[in-house]
């Protein structure tokens, strides 16, 4: 109940902020954007894009979000709230790849790609977006200002975005699937250019552990540094 | 630091900045672990308590922690959401500080004092046993603080227990049941803030009074004051401007007990 109460906090609160109404506008665009490329760049491009939104762009909405809820203090109301952090956590990831989700949808729909795996395309923008939310609390706990989250993000952006370049294939470049972010790209690229459900099945339930993982190591960061400031 | 505060109480913990009221508040509401030495809170060891510890207690910092882009109604909702105890009367709480005609104006509009008195509100709206309020009244015109101290007040009445830091002598004299004053970790005092305003005060009277034009005073032993001819004299044959007893106010007793003035 509290998870459901504070997913619609956030929801509210990304909508009075103005940041679905920048989902809408870059949606719109990278849609007006792709309509003009021709068909071979056009069949890379749009799973890239989907992709760099939760991935890149969720990142930095993440960012913004917690810095102005540090700005305005309600983090401190919710830290003495029953609120759990997890909760917390959980609520920011749920919130944020339902915008994902639905930007996914809306760029693929209406970028009218031919052939799609629609339930791919949810599950993989599902993870990416909590791969990279979670990240971005982790990036975040220790940051008081924009400058500081951007300066801190860019080694994670390279960790976890340079390894995607592997995708264009040299030998052993599958070891790279090792990254987290190469597993769930792979995933997004077969639910456009069709993927074996084997390797599909192995690449989500790898990502969902690693997701796991990384909530853990999140909640455990998050209240470390915001909760607990011993 | 050795104290305790009982069910039903206003305690006050008065202080200059830095002399460890947030950081003593701070190990009671649970933000930091690592203490050593025994905290008991609502029956249990602080360290022992989980997160429905908060369903229990209400904590308004000294600065506004609102949602600034929702409305007043929308900034209980969502916190209010979070506790098992539900806010009956919402419209009730805010008209009480006086927002009710603005419940849907964006806290961005509102002025510090509004703020302020929608954030006490929205700490007290679970219905907590213990209150932790710092600074409650900073911000406030009279008549809005006034109603605050009221609602406060009332909480006591109510039986809830109020943990009261302030730099504000008048209002932790209005408030307080009891008063511990600290210094650089220490608690140097503890007691009613009546019986200290006495202990630390001078046992006469002042009185002001006017002869042949001219205004005089002259102080009075309080022992056996009423058959000291001179004090007797003095109220039968002038004119009294004033009359005040020497008990010392809480900011004497402050910078008497540490040297130090109030921050």
Known sequence: MRLLSATWADMRFQLKHGFYLVYVIITITYLIVLSFLPENIFSVTLPLVVFSDPSVLGLFFIGGIILLEKGQGVLMVLVVSPLRSQEYILAKVISLTIISVLAALAITFFGQYPTVNWLLIIISTIITSAIFTLLGIIINAGCNTVNQYMLKTIPYMLLFLLPCLSLVGFPYSWLFTIFPSVAALKLMLGAYHGIYWVEATALTAYLLGFCYLLLRLTVKIFEKEIVFQD | ?263
């Open chain 2, 1 to 263: 630091m050795n104290f305790d505060v009982q069910e039903g109480e206003v305690f006050g913990f008065l202080g200059p900045s830095g002399a460890g009221k947030t950081t003593t508040q701070r190990l009671i509401i649970g933000l930091l672990r690592n203490y050593n030495g025994k905290i008991e809170v609502l029956g249990k060891e602080r360290s022992n308590w989980g997160k429905d510890f908060y369903e229990q207690i209400g904590v308004a910092f000294d600065f506004p922690n609102l949602y600034i882009k929702l409305t007043a109604r929308e900034n209980l909702q969502l916190i209010g959401a979070y506790y098992k105890n539900k806010a009956e009367k919402p419209d009730e709480m805010l008209d009480r500080v006086g927002l009710l005609p603005e419940k849907n104006v964006r806290v961005e509009n509102f002025s510090k004092g509004m703020k302020m008195r929608l954030n006490f509100i929205r700490s007290i709206m679970h219905n907590p046993r213990l209150m932790f309020f710092d600074e409650p009244t900073s911000g406030l015109d009279p008549v809005n603080a006034h109603i605050i101290k009221e609602i406060i007040l009332e909480q006591k009445k109510a039986g809830k227990t109020v943990f009261l830091t302030t730099h504000n002598m008048t209002v932790a004299e209005q408030l307080c049941d009891r008063v511990a004053f600290i210094v650089d970790g220490k608690i140097v005092t503890i007691g009613s803030p009546k019986d200290l305003m006495i202990e630390h005060g001078k046992r006469v009277v002042k009185v002001e009074y006017q002869k042949n034009g001219t205004l005089l005073d002259q102080d009075f032993e309080l022992k056996d004051i009423g058959n000291n001819s001179g004090f007797l004299n003095i109220l039968k044959t002038s004119e009294i401007k004033t009359i005040h007893s020497g008990e010392a106010t809480l900011e004497d007793i402050f910078i008497k007990l540490t040297g130090r003035n109030l921050l």
